[in-house]
């Protein structure tokens, strides 16, 4: 009996709510805290969410970001997390609520227990441009300040297009310039700074007080780079560590700027697999 003295304890202390967090995804090197963006799994979550919690559960996962509630109540769908091990720690909305009513954001992320709340797309036809970002980075502002109110946290996940050039940089560089950082947060994702041609150690090192949240993703062995649509083929997205990115560089840079939560992000049809494979990579690798 003394052998199962250690699950017994662990099951006491979740329980009790004194539980520490798994150590599922880090190693040596990387400490974490790895979390999974529900996205991931949308295909499962939108035919049965329960299944879809079970998988989560199944990873050993305990910070999830939300990419949605499936038809359920802020409140009862914070519930549903909590019943199956789960920590909601952020979500994305739509960019126009945060534009037409960020109180009601505010409202529904205090339901959902969320310590951040951002978005991972601005609307815009054709290429983006400094009048659609300087828009943008005034709803960003004004949102930031009435999430505030309720002690969190607003973000804005980078998706790529925000790469064209502009000055000596690029919209990008306008967008985090034009934020105010006492509101404004960024997630960083990792294919969508590398796919359309940058660095994201540079751009780690380049503003690091900024970067608060990240999306790991790597991207397919051959796929070419360059491209500011902000789109490629969800299948691009592979294992980490068997893709192109320099994880190992990435990772070291983002412990030393105290990046706060790391997701695993992967969009491919074939994520319950892959994300495994991710997770152990995270356990092995070291700098």
């Not at 329980?15 to 040596?28: D, F, H």
């Not at 300040?145 to 946290?153: D, E, F, M, N, Y």
Request: glycine share 10%; charged share 20%.
């Amino acid at each position: 009996m003394k052998r199962f003295l250690p699950v017994a304890v662990c099951a006491l202390a979740l329980l009790s709510g004194c539980a520490t967090k798994p150590t599922v995804g880090t190693g040596k090197s990387f400490k974490g805290p790895v979390g999974l963006q529900l996205y991931s799994l949308r295909a499962q979550f939108t035919r049965n969410v329960m299944q879809g919690l079970e998988i989560t559960k199944g990873y050993g996962i305990h910070d999830v970001e939300l990419a949605g509630t499936y038809n359920q109540r802020p409140e009862l769908f914070r519930q549903t997390l909590l019943a199956a091990g789960l920590n909601p720690v952020s979500a994305h909305f739509d960019f126009t609520r945060y534009r037409d009513n960020p109180e009601g954001v505010a409202e529904d992320a205090q339901k959902l227990g969320l310590k951040y709340s951002g978005l991972a797309w601005i609307p815009h036809t054709g290429a983006f441009d400094e009048q659609t970002c300087r828009a943008a980075a005034a709803v960003f502002n004004h949102a930031g300040q009435v999430l505030a109110k309720s002690g969190i946290r607003f973000f804005y996940h980078v998706h790529g297009y925000e790469f064209q050039p502009y000055g000596k940089g690029t919209l990008l560089d306008l967008l985090i310039k034009e934020t105010d950082p006492k509101y404004v947060t960024f997630q960083m994702d990792t294919t969508w700074i590398y796919y359309p041609g940058q660095d994201p150690v540079a751009w780690l090192n380049k503003y690091p007080d900024r970067w608060e949240l990240m999306h790991m993703k790597d991207l397919k062995q051959g796929v070419a780079r360059g491209a500011l649509t902000g789109n490629t083929d969800v299948n691009n997205d592979v294992p980490l560590g068997t893709g192109q990115l320099d994880w190992p560089a990435i990772l070291k840079t983002a412990k030393k700027i105290g990046i706060k939560y790391y997701f695993i992000e992967d969009e491919s049809a074939a994520a319950p697999q892959q994300i495994p494979q991710s997770l152990r990579y995270l356990e092995q690798v070291s700098w």
